[in-house]
């Protein structure tokens, strides 16, 4: 009897699921069967009707009441629910719920279509009621199955219609590349595995498939049928696709197909069947990609939610050895069997690590210890060296080496930038190079020997063995690269990283034979040392000469006045600023003539022999043109014919100290007041030089000196035409003050007629015509380059990566040159003090130029130098800039670096036709803008660009205009070799995705929420140099409780140096919170006062703790925008230098704790309120060290200071002091003072000016500044 009713029940179900099908079946479809819940007759007429009705509205000529888009998207829903419902044949609950949602959606959509404009209609062709009653039908069929539980497997028949439905759903879906350009691989996976359930429905039907392997695959299937059903259902509630969505349903679904798939091709491998065995041979060809696929999700899944141990890190290596299998799997040059064996190794091992990694999983779940784990993961380990070892053999031929990759010219460069690279990589925990990083440090090692080796050898002697050092030394970085990308991964792995290995071995031995053979005293010179003289004419006699008059009377008062001993004059510049031309000017000028008894010039340029130098030198002294014999010390000869007689040497154009030296040896020291001048591009021969006399910097040409040379060498002594002066001035203004580019230019005009619309041409293409005299131009700068050192140069090069005329902060470019890789860490220097020296060596060549300011310090090249680093870096392949409207020729290139300029608007009009970049080999992807798109378009935008996660070398990605969705940030928690991520985010709490990051060096986040709530995950990024997110914090601002900490007391970030955006509410956790941050340097923050915030809470920041803080930008900020009442304690601490206060209220005694800071040099009060506004800076408060001082919005009257009050300040800067009366008189006693700056302050000028007289008359001349503009 209980099985009777069991059955009952059972087939109680399935007739409640066939009414339901049946219901939308007829609705769209046109069925022919109901169900015996609801009457056939009556539901036929609901639907008949309303088959009509829509029909006769498409032929109507009143339709225009009615919007027709919405009708055909009800069709389109009513045909979704009834795929989905024949789809979840065996788990109505779940449907029951989905229905009811569904049904509430129909309803809406059926009111909003015809309940208003369209009601009249429906009462014209009788509708009114049928639509209501269709509604109330599939109501009643929902509820009344509502309390079935029981599950029924779905025949093989019942299975099919629905099956084929879904895949032309899915093929719809593909035919709108902009609904789903970003995740196109996902839907085809997802369509090769439904097509495969497909053709194995079809071979059951055709009977070629016995019945009990069908019942056992028949669950999987329905499962699978599920799954995809409830997928459609989401899909058709959201404006289009997700890629989150499909990831789930594919995470969901994959697993059951591999067991459908290890199934089908174990238990239907005997058969003789041809159709059977085509559908293996289709299973297994179709399986790299599913496998691939669902690994790369498992490995996303992984980093989000298992806790970091030595278990998941030997699945994480595992999952990459089975990716660099199934990616790029080389099937031409596999036997054919064997193939498929591999692939059924393959899908096992991946169905064994998915099985780990649930297990894993629910151990993190439950904050178990993994640890019992790591021998199980270990043995998964061992699989992979024997998997290599059998790998081996399952090849028809050993492939040859593929084209390599980024062959660079410039050999030095390369090996110094591989070096780091390698560096880089044998310290970073990435899963890909734990496979290879025995062979990473063997190539290390190679590099280091055949680069200390090479360097100190002249080329000459070893031209081949270095050419061949250099070629293999590309094949490692090319096979290392190539198994890190997945790129031909699997040969790389097997056979040419080990032949490359081989190959490394012989030259190790080359060289070690080579270095025997080598005599010890044998002169070394660098192979890369510049060897292309430039020719050049020192005698400027027909040159039209403009400008520097005020340095040119500056130098000759240096040379006539000044000490009796010898001195120096350094002109140090950029190539064609005009050095050479102003030390000829003052060479031969009457006065310098007539005032030195001897008189000689000596261009060095690329010459290297000293002696023939001298000789040059010592014919000019005697005027004659004397050969010396080899036996003839020529130094000294010249030191003979100098002694006792005042001289006047030009030494133009010196590039290095050794050469300085050798040439100024001979030279006699006796006090006849004798000068040198120098030129030179270096700043560190100037320096190395100087005597007495500081160097003299160069500057550009101002615009009036530029037009002036333009019109002389254009127009000789005549003037310009009035109609040509305008378009005249605006060529001089593009030149940027370079007299080389004014004279090119110069050139060009004067050979062309004088018409305004040839002018106009010429400003409109000035770049092509200098690039005409690309040779010359080119060969100047190239000369400046050939002298950096070799670990300088890229640096270089990485500034033409940014627009022309670009003011680079300093710190942001340092931040970049690290994360790419560009600088090279050692252990006698922090990374800082070694950017610095970069820095400085480019400074002192002359090819960047440095502005510094109160508040930032950025740099710029000139616009010849830029030409020159873009044309250097694109035949170096070293960076790549484009524009949005090229992305397609892109996708041809394999630069290292790329740097995407977009029209926003451009982007959005057919961008699913554009091919992305080719992006596997990039090193970093900066994503720049022309325009501020509106704030929908910035979402999506990255997947028109490149597939993040296929960047597996990204190093810096830079796309802070683009919100990310939670499906990239996953991506980007793959990245594991990030070094610099700067992108935009909508979340309340840093994604846990980035906690795999932990190379990351710079993280800098644009928040567009109010708060972001640093987690704990933020431990994990160790290497963490600067932080700036808008606007974190340690707290949950709403209860002021840390959410930051973890029990661990000693977790720390050792080497983060700038936190920047931080908001911090009272609580007493802080000093906790700090001492985690030990070498902290830059702290910038705004403290957030609590609403029960009183006079007894000690709510500022415990920054004491930081002992190596050296600057604090600070912003107060209460809940109702006033000052707060009471004055409040701070904590500095003594290594302080720099410090801003914003919306304080300072007391006497707050300002007499700052005065105590040993350190200060910069005090910066922004919209302070001082306590009685009244600062009386008593004879025990002095700012010892301090040298700028500046005020801007204080509310202060009175201000008393004593004469030791500032002992060393510089600049006083007052902005809108208003209530300030005065500024103190005891300012004029301060020697060092040099500078006084007011804004918007006409009142304080009287003030200022009687200080400014007060110096004068004191000290005798006018060295005080007073300045008073509207702009800070």
């Not at 002696?611 to 003839?632: A, C, P, Y």
């Not at 006792?644 to 290095?656: A, H, N, P, S």
């Not at 990374?831 to 002359?846: G, H, K, P, R, T």
């Not at 919100?963 to 990245?975: K, P, R």
């Amino acid at each position: 009897m209980e099985a009777e009713n069991s059955l009952s029940l059972v087939s109680a179900r399935h007739d409640q699921t066939m009414h339901l099908k049946g219901t939308f079946s007829h609705f769209i479809f046109n069925a022919c069967y109901l169900n015996l819940l609801v009457s056939f007759a009556e539901l036929l007429e609901d639907i008949v009707s309303i088959l009509d009705f829509i029909r006769r509205l498409k032929n109507a000529k009143d339709q225009t009441a009615l919007d027709m888009d919405q009708i055909e998207k009800l069709k389109l829903q009513l045909k979704s629910m009834w795929k989905s419902i024949q789809l979840s044949y065996s788990n109505l609950d779940g449907l029951s719920a989905e229905m009811s949602n569904e049904t509430q959606h129909l309803e809406d959509l059926l009111k909003s279509i015809f309940y208003g404009n369209g009601y009249d209609m429906l009462v014209k062709y009788n509708m009114d009621q049928v639509i209501p009653r269709l509604l109330e039908n599939i109501r009643s069929c929902i509820s009344s199955q509502h309390h079935l539980k029981s599950s029924v497997t779905m025949t093989v028949e019942q299975l099919v219609e629905p099956w084929d439905a879904l895949l032309a759903k899915l093929h719809g879906i593909v035919a709108y590349p902009e609904l789903c350009s970003s995740f196109l691989p996902q839907y085809e996976v997802l369509r090769n595995l439904l097509n495969n359930v497909k053709d194995f429905l079809g071979l059951k039907l055709n009977g070629c498939i016995e019945h009990e392997i069908v019942e056992y695959v028949l669950p999987q299937i329905q499962l699978m049928a599920e799954r995809v059903g409830y997928f459609n259902l989401d899909f058709l509630n959201t404006l289009g696709p997700s890629p989150v969505m499909l990831a789930h349903l594919l995470v969901k679904i994959i697993p059951v197909a591999l067991e459908f798939m290890h199934i089908c091709s174990t238990d239907l491998k005997a058969s003789k069947s041809a159709e059977v065995g085509r559908f293996i041979k289709q299973l297994l060809e179709a399986s790299p990609d599913i496998l691939r696929e669902y690994l790369i999700h498992l490995q996303e899944h992984m980093v989000n939610v298992i806790t970091s141990s030595t278990s998941a890190r030997n699945l994480h290596v595992m999952i990459e050895f089975l990716l660099i299998i199934l990616t790029d799997m080389p099937k031409g040059i596999i036997h054919h069997d064997k193939l498929f064996d591999l692939i059924a190794r393959v899908g096992a091992l991946t169905r064994e690590v998915a099985t780990l990694v649930l297990h894993l999983e629910e151990k993190s779940r439950n904050e178990e210890n993994i640890n019992e784990s790591n021998i199980i993961t270990l043995d998964l380990l061992e699989n992979i060296e024997l998997l290599k070892e059998d790998l081996k053999h399952v090849y028809l031929k050993v492939p040859s080496l593929s084209q390599l990759c980024f062959p660079m010219s410039d050999g030095p460069l390369f090996m110094n930038l591989l070096l780091i690279n390698l560096n880089d990589l044998l310290n970073s925990n990435s899963y890909s190079v734990a496979l290879i990083k025995e062979e990473i440090a063997l190539v290390k090692e190679y590099i280091e020997l055949t680069r200390s080796f090479f360097v100190n050898v002249e080329q000459e002697l070893c031209q081949d063995n270095w050419i061949h050092a250099l070629n293999v030394a590309y094949e490692a970085e090319h096979a290392i690269n190539s198994i890190l990308v997945r790129d031909h991964g699997l040969l790389h792995l097997i056979f040419l990283l080990p032949d490359t290995i081989e190959k490394i071995k012989i030259i190790k031995e080359e060289v070690f034979n080579l270095s025997k053979k080598i005599p010890k005293n044998r002169s070394l010179i660098v192979v890369n040392s510049p060897n292309r003289p430039i020719l050049r004419n020192s005698a400027i006699v027909n040159q039209v000469i403009v400008g520097f008059e005020e340095e040119k009377d500056w130098i000759i008062r240096k040379l006539i006045c000044g000490p009796a001993e010898i001195d120096v004059i350094s002109i140090i510049g950029m190539a064609g600023l005009g050095k050479t031309t102003l030390a000829y000017r003052v060479y031969n000028d009457e006065s310098v003539v007539s005032h030195f008894d001897i008189l000689a010039w000596c261009t060095i340029d690329q010459e290297h022999d000293g002696r023939k130098l001298l000789h040059k030198i010592v014919n000019q002294v005697t005027g004659s043109n004397e050969k010396f014999n080899e036996d003839i010390d020529v130094a000294d000869e010249l030191r003979r014919k100098l002694y006792g007689r005042r001289y006047l040497i030009v030494l133009d154009d010196v590039w290095d100290i050794a050469t300085w030296d050798e040439l100024t040896r001979p030279f006699p020291k006796v006090k006849k007041g004798s000068r040198i001048i120098l030129t030179s591009r270096k700043k560190e021969v100037a320096l190395h030089g100087k005597h007495h006399c500081e160097p003299l910097y160069l500057r550009l040409l101002r615009l009036d000196e530029s037009w002036e040379l333009l019109e002389k060498r254009i127009f000789g002594e005549e003037s310009c035409p009035d109609e040509l002066l305008r378009v005249g001035k605006e060529i001089a203004r593009k030149c940027q003050g370079l007299p080389l580019v004014a004279d090119l230019i110069a050139r060009v005009i004067a050979a062309k007629e004088k018409k305004k619309t040839l002018w106009l041409e010429v400003l409109n293409n000035l770049n092509s015509f200098i690039l005409e005299n690309e040779l010359e131009v080119m060969k100047i700068i190239q000369l400046s380059y050939d002298h950096l050192p070799d670990h300088v140069k890229s640096c270089l090069l990485y500034l033409g990566s940014y627009p022309k005329d670009e003011q680079i902060e300093v710190s942001s470019l340092q931040d970049l040159w690290t994360a790419e890789g560009l600088v090279e860490h050692t252990e006698m220097k922090s990374v800082e003090e070694e950017m610095n020296v970069y820095l400085e060596a480019l400074i002192s060549s002359s090819l960047v130029m440095v502005m510094k300011s109160e508040y930032r310090t950025t740099c710029k090249i000139h616009d010849l130098v830029h030409d020159f680093c873009q044309v250097k870096a694109t035949k170096e392949r070293f960076f790549h800039s484009i524009g949005s409207s090229a992305l397609s020729c892109a996708s041809d290139l394999m630069p290292r670096r790329m740097t995407v300029t977009f029209h926003y608007s451009l982007l959005e009009q057919n961008h699913a036709e554009k091919k992305k970049v080719s992006g596997k080999y990039l090193l970093s992807l900066k994503a720049d803008h022309t325009d501020w798109p509106p704030f929908g378009l910035l979402v999506d935008k990255t997947a028109v660009l490149v597939h993040l996660r296929d960047l597996r070398l990204l190093r810096v990605l830079d796309i802070a205009q683009v919100f990310m969705e939670d499906s990239l940030l996953n991506e980007i928690g793959l990245l594991v070799h990030l070094r610099y991520l700067h992108i935009g985010m909508n979340v309340k709490a840093l994604p846990s995705s980035l906690s795999n990051l932990w190379n990351l060096e710079t993280l800098v986040v644009r928040n567009s929420r109010s708060t972001m709530a640093l987690l704990p995950i933020i431990w994990n990024l160790a290497k963490l140099r600067h932080m700036s997110i808008y606007y974190c914090s340690f707290f949950d601002l709403d209860t002021d409780e840390p959410i930051f900490l973890v029990e661990d007391t000693n977790s720390k970030l050792e080497k983060l140096r700038i936190i920047e955006q931080l908001k911090i509410s009272y609580s007493k956790d802080t000093e906790d919170i700090f001492k985690r941050f030990p070498n902290l340097q830059k702290l910038d923050c705004e403290i957030v006062e609590s609403w029960d915030s009183s006079a007894e809470c000690n709510w500022f920041p415990q920054l004491d703790v930081l002992n190596q803080l050296e600057e604090i930008n600070a912003r107060h900020r209460r809940l109702d925008s006033q000052f707060p009442k009471a004055t409040k304690d701070f904590c500095f601490p003594s290594s302080l230098k720099r410090l801003t206060m914003e919306e304080f209220y300072l007391s006497s005694g707050s300002l007499s704790k700052i005065a105590t800071l040993p350190n200060l040099q910069n005090l910066t009060l922004n919209r302070t309120m001082i306590q009685e506004e009244e600062w009386n800076v008593v004879e025990e408060d002095t700012f010892k060290n301090l040298k700028y001082l500046e005020l801007y919005m204080v509310r202060l009257s009175k201000w008393q200071v004593g004469e030791e009050s500032f002992p060393v300040l510089e600049q006083l800067i007052l902005a809108e002091c208003n209530r300030l009366e005065e500024i103190p008189s005891s300012f004029g006693d301060i020697a060092s003072l040099s500078c006084i700056k007011l804004v918007k302050s006409p009142h304080l000028e009287d003030s200022a000016l009687e200080i400014k007289q007060y110096v004068a008359d004191m000290m005798g001349e006018d060295k005080l500044q007073v300045l008073s503009q509207w702009y800070r």
